[in-house]
C-alpha cells in the first residue's frame, strides 16, 4: 500500500522510472516486437487441420453411399457423374485447408519458441508456457492430420467410390 502512494503522481508528471515498464515487456515474458496471433489463430492452428479431415470424411463418404448405394442396392459405378470431380476438389481443398492450420500452428510455435523473459513478470504468469505449449500441440496435431488428409486424398484417387473396399 505504501509503494502505491509513493509511486501516484500528479496528472502532469511524468511516471518515475521505477514505474515505467523496462523495455516495453507485456506480462507474460513475450517481448512487445514479436506479433502475437491471437486465441482464434491459434485455435485455427490447433484444430483447422483435423476440421478439415473430419469434414472431408463425413462429406465424402455420404456423397459415395448417395451416389453407389441407392435404396441398398450396389451399383457398378456412381450414379451422379460429378461425384469423382467433386470428391477430388473437395479433397483439395480440405489439403490447402490442413496446409494453412500447419502453417499457422508452427508460426505460433516459432513466434512463442524463444521469447525473452520479462524481469518484472511474476512467479506466477503461466501464460507463456501455455501459449507455447498449445503452439506445439496444434503444430503436431496438425502435421498428423495433413498426414491423414493425404492419405485420405489418394484414396480417392486410387479407389473408386463404388468399391466393395469402401
Not at 512487445?32 to 491459434?42: E, N, Q, S, V, Y
Not at 457398378?76 to 500452428?105: D, F, H, T
Amino acid at each position: 500500500m505504501l509503494a502505491a502512494a509513493i509511486y501516484q503522481e500528479a496528472p502532469d508528471e511524468p511516471a518515475p522510472a521505477a514505474a515505467r515498464p523496462v523495455s516495453g515487456n507485456k506480462p507474460g515474458g513475450l517481448s512487445p516486437d514479436r506479433p502475437h496471433g491471437g486465441a482464434l489463430m491459434m485455435l485455427f492452428g490447433l484444430l483447422g487441420a483435423a476440421a478439415a479431415w473430419v469434414l472431408q470424411t463425413e462429406i465424402g463418404e455420404t456423397l459415395a453411399a448417395q451416389a453407389c448405394f441407392p435404396h441398398r442396392t450396389a451399383l457398378a459405378a456412381p450414379q451422379w457423374p460429378w461425384l469423382m470431380s467433386s470428391l477430388g476438389v473437395m479433397s483439395a481443398v480440405a489439403l490447402l485447408i490442413g496446409a494453412a492450420g500447419v502453417w499457422v500452428a508452427w508460426r505460433g510455435w516459432r513466434m512463442t519458441r524463444a521469447p525473452r523473459p520479462d524481469p518484472a513478470a511474476p512467479v506466477s504468469d503461466t501464460s507463456a508456457g501455455r501459449t507455447r505449449f498449445l503452439a506445439m500441440a496444434g503444430f503436431m496435431l496438425s502435421v498428423l492430420f495433413l498426414v491423414g488428409l493425404i492419405a485420405t486424398g489418394l484414396a480417392v484417387l486410387l479407389v473408386s467410390p463404388c468399391s466393395v473396399w469402401r
